[in-house]
Nanobody, 120 residues
Framework: QVQLVESGGGLVQAGGSLRLSCAAS????????MGWYRQAPGKQRELVAT???????NYADSVKGRFTISRHNARNTVYLQMNSLKPEDTAIYYC??????????????WGQGTQVTVSS
C-alpha cells in the first residue's frame, strides 16, 4: 500500500501564500507523476497542477502564474507553492501519486486532503 501524507493547509488572507507538502511512503518500486487536485464545496474535484518524474509540469489555467509545483525525488515529496491566493482558491486540496511495482502497472493513490481557506 501507498500512503500520501499532506501538510501545509490553513487559513490565509487574500493575497497571501501557503505551501503544501505531500510525502509518499509504503510499498512501491517506482514513483511516477504526482499532482495536486482540489474540491470546493458543491463542486467536482479539479486538477490544480501535475509534475512528472522528469520535472515536466502542467497547471490549470486558473492558477497559472500564481502556483508552482515542484518535487524532491529522493524524498518522494511533492510541493505546491501558492501565492497571490484568492477566495476562490478555497477548497480541500488532495495530493495524488502514480506508483508501480515490478510486473504491475502504475496506479494512482490519493491523500486524505488538506483544507485551504482564503478569506477576503
Amino acid at each position: 500500500q501507498v500512503q500520501l501524507v499532506e501538510s501545509g493547509g490553513g487559513l490565509v488572507q487574500a493575497g497571501g501564500s501557503l505551501r503544501l507538502s505531500c510525502a509518499a511512503s509504503g510499498r512501491f518500486f517506482s514513483l511516477g507523476a504526482m499532482g495536486w487536485y482540489r474540491q470546493a464545496p458543491g463542486k467536482q474535484r479539479e486538477l490544480v497542477a501535475t509534475i512528472t518524474s522528469g520535472g515536466s509540469t502542467n497547471y490549470a489555467d486558473s492558477v497559472k502564474g500564481r502556483f508552482t509545483i515542484s518535487r524532491h525525488n529522493a524524498r518522494n515529496t511533492v510541493y505546491l507553492q501558492m501565492n497571490s491566493l484568492k477566495p476562490e482558491d478555497t477548497a480541500i486540496y488532495y495530493c495524488a501519486a502514480d506508483t508501480s511495482s515490478p510486473g504491475f502497472p502504475y496506479t494512482t493513490s490519493w491523500g486524505q486532503g488538506t483544507q485551504v481557506t482564503v478569506s477576503s
